[in-house]
């Protein structure tokens, strides 16, 4: 499972020119699932999400989590973070989860952040989506997860 999570001002997702989904201070979090992702997965990035510190203290400092700030999450989901790129200029997209068990576990990694206290709106699962936002900072943090242990 691999997880864009970007620290934002604002975010939203508009489909067919339609706003659907927008946040103020929080995070943007483009979602990638695998095939061989397991609920472990699900559960280890988003206990770090929930605690990561990126938000500035009063000393200026990334000390601050999400929960800390009363921020909001805007998940997307993004299967093309499981692109394959290593052979040839087309990505290949093999390793992404089939889509009916990727959205359970898109919807279910949303509902375990709210379950910890963090508003979570949604982007449109399968949709083709205008994902607008403005960074703060700004600040970028790859996350991967593999049964259950933090890659990156």
């Keep these: 499972m691999k997880a864009v999570i970007q620290r934002v001002k604002e975010a939203s997702v508009k489909v067919n020119g339609e706003m659907i989904s927008s946040i103020g201070k929080g995070f ?3 979602l990638g699932v695998e095939a061989t992702d397991k609920p ?3 559960l280890t990035l988003t206990s770090k999400i929930s605690k990561l510190r990126i938000f500035a203290d009063e000393a200026d400092k990334m000390n601050l989590s999400i929960r800390d700030v009363n ?3 805007l998940l997307v989901s993004q299967f093309t ?3 394959q790129t290593r052979h040839g200029n087309r990505p290949a ?4 989860m089939n889509p009916t068990d990727a959205e359970r576990m898109y919807l279910e990694f949303g509902k375990t952040l709210e379950s910890m206290q963090i508003p979570v709106c949604y982007g449109k ?3 083709m989506m205008d994902v607008g936002l ?3 900072g700004p600040v970028t943090i790859i996350m991967e997860s593999k049964d259950g242990v933090i890659l990156s």
């Design 28 to 30: 943007l979090i483009l």
């Design 40 to 42: 472990a997965d699900l």
């Design 71 to 73: 921020g909001a999450i």
């Design 81 to 83: 973070l499981c692109a």
């Design 93 to 96: 997209f093999v390793s992404a």
């Design 125 to 127: 699962f399968g949709a």
């Design 134 to 136: 403005i960074n703060d």
